[in-house]
């Protein structure tokens, strides 16, 4: 319901949804909502994943603080 207002009633072009409690709820409810449902775990997972595949400019790499605590997939993702 609130998504629909957003996009009715005051004309947002997109509804980003916020926060890891979310995570995947944007896909669900895509159908039911006349603008795109953004899922911002989704967009982030694939922002940082874009900027380690892109080519470094000039610039030395930056040390990296130990990752724990995640998920084997993420932890493969961001180990490349």
């Known amino acids: 319901e ?3 207002a957003c996009a009715r009633e ?7 949804l916020g926060g890891a409690g979310l ?3 944007a896909a669900r ?3 039911e909502v006349p603008v795109p449902m953004i899922d911002s775990v989704l967009a982030g997972g694939r922002a940082v994943a874009r900027a ?7 610039t030395p790499p930056l040390a990296q ?3 724990t ?4 997939a993420l932890t493969k993702l961001l180990d490349r």
């Open 10 to 16: 005051d004309g947002a072009r997109a509804v980003i």
């Open 52 to 58: 380690l595949a892109a080519p470094r400019r000039g």
């Open 29 to 31: 409810l895509q159908g």
């Open 69 to 72: 605590g995640l998920g084997d």
């Open 65 to 67: 603080a130990p990752m």
């Open 2 to 4: 609130v998504a629909n």
């Open 23 to 25: 995570a995947g709820l």
